[in-house]
């Protein structure tokens, strides 16, 4: 079944369960990427994406690769629904004339999708970071972590030393993201929520604009005719490319994101004040090269996201239910 032939409320069904799955796959990589993105010259904990989740199971257990995960669980079903709602909305207006898209017009719905979705994806990264990026700080400065946003020292991370097999680990013990809510609310108001929000529109909106149109001219060259749908496999290969090639077009945007994002500073590294000075710091102290960490890492986070999302197209999960919810109410 081809995406156009499928109806929105599915749609939105597929992609929120998508969302779920492809998180729970890929969070470790998602982890690995914030941690690289953050480290500074010279204060270098982890060497690679490997070598980062390698010592995140030493110190913090399996279960320290996903810190954080469940606030991405919590809002990747609304996040999905607003961006997939939104292009399809975008993309329904602009092709009222009867016409199909051209290029053009397909990046503007994606690029509209972009912008809608940051609502939820702000907030939702701002929590998702601080709880990610603890176990570098607690490895970097060996000594308690401070997480609080207001610079007041809290109880929110804790490092407590056991040995195993002769070696000194770490053992981090991080807060709740309500808890880190909550305190940013009272401290600063919904806005220190949506710190970053202008990184997070210039990652997002770009994204959206490179991947939608690349992926429906991708999928398009596997059909035979314009009313059959491509098959399967092509599909499934056709959302890992356009995800993966969108990724790491915007991952200078990402790491700037992650930049503003973390709230508290390992020993010696920059705070930065706004989108400019963040990047200028950067280019300053660690040449252009920085805007790529973490680029292999978000390509292996995104392909199999939106490989996912044609799993679940393709078994039609979303059409089943909604199927079976119409067959009910008109059975009552």
């Known amino acids: 079944m081809s995406q156009q032939q499928i109806s929105l409320p599915a749609k939105l069904i597929n992609g929120g369960i998508a969302g779920i799955v492809g998180v729970t ?8 990427k ?3 993105q953050n480290q500074r010259p010279g204060q270098q904990v982890y060497k690679s994406m490997m070598d980062c989740l390698v010592k995140t199971v030493r110190s913090e257990g399996y279960f320290g690769m996903y810190r954080g995960a469940a606030v991405n669980l919590t809002l990747v079903t609304p996040e999905k629904a607003i961006k997939l709602a939104a292009n399809d909305f975008f993309r329904q207006h602009l092709s009222s004339s009867g ?9 503007l719905a994606g690029c509209g999708a972009g912008m809608c979705q940051v609502i939820i994806t702000t907030p939702m990264e701002m929590l998702k970071i601080q709880l990610q990026d603890a176990g ?21 991370t804790m490092l407590s030393r056991s040995f195993n097999s ?24 919904i806005q220190g929520l949506y710190k970053g929000l202008g990184a997070t529109l210039m990652r997002d909106v770009p994204f959206s ?9 991708l999928n398009r060259l596997g059909q035979r005719s314009p009313d059959e749908p491509s098959p399967f496999a092509w599909a499934f290969v056709s959302g890992c490319v356009a995800g993966s090639t969108a990724a790491v077009a915007v991952n200078p945007c990402d790491v700037v994101k992650t930049r503003l994002q973390s709230l508290n500073k ?5 705070a930065y ?3 400019v000075d963040c990047v200028s710091k950067i280019l300053r102290k660690e040449g252009p090269s920085a805007f790529l960490k973490g680029a292999g890492c978000r390509a292996l986070v995104i392909a199999p996201l939106f490989g996912i999302a044609q799993v679940m197209y393709f078994v039609g999960v979303g059409e089943y239910i909604v199927d079976s919810v119409s067959l009910n109410i008109l059975s009552a």
């Open 266 to 270: 390992g020993s010696s590294e920059e």
């Open 209 to 217: 604009v490179v991947y939608f149109p690349l992926f429906a001219n």
């Open 25 to 32: 796959c890929v969070f470790p990589i998602d982890l690995a």
């Open 99 to 107: 016409k199909g898209l051209t290029v053009f017009k397909e990046m």
């Open 34 to 36: 914030t941690r690289l």
């Open 166 to 189: 002769g070696a000194m680990m770490a053992a981090v013990r991080p807060v709740s993201a309500t808890q880190i809510a909550k305190e940013l609310l009272r401290t600063q108001g």
């Open 136 to 156: 570098r700080l607690a490895s970097q400065q060996q000594k308690p972590v401070m997480m609080t946003p207001t610079k007041l020292v809290s109880t929110n």
């Open 273 to 275: 004040n706004g989108v």
